[in-house]
């Protein structure tokens, strides 16, 4: 590998401008031209990551952008109206949740009392267990 650099760099050394620029012009030819092959099969592999790269590119860019007067006079009322929308149905979720809640019997007293005791079983097993273990042991079973 160390002889093909030094044989390229004496070509190098050897050719004329010209023929470094051609070289260099078909070298960089070559890298689009696979730059562009690659995408292409990026694109046919998985468009739906491609789009949301590109979704999310533009909207970097336009994070970046300031925004207009006109932007602020037409984005303003849609913005409002879908935060207001995002609001109502949080709160429809939330009362539609408590309200199935409350038609099972369940309130944050009982789910408590209900943890409670699950881990207070759990800790009498695991004392159970491990006086078992330690019972087994003392009697060299």
Known sequence: MTENRNSNRDEARHSTPRQRAIEAYGNAR??????GRRAGETIEEA????????????????ALLPRTRAEDKLVKPVADRARETAR???QAAKDAGQDRLDELG???QKGSDVIRSILE???DAAKASAQAALGTVRRGE
């Open 30 to 35: 070559d890298r689009v031209s696979n730059a």
């Open 47 to 62: 468009p739906l990551i491609v789009l949301a790269a590109g979704l999310a590119a533009g909207a970097a860019i336009a």
């Open 88 to 90: 109502t149905a949080v």
């Open 106 to 108: 369940l309130t944050r």
């Open 121 to 123: 079983g759990a800790g």
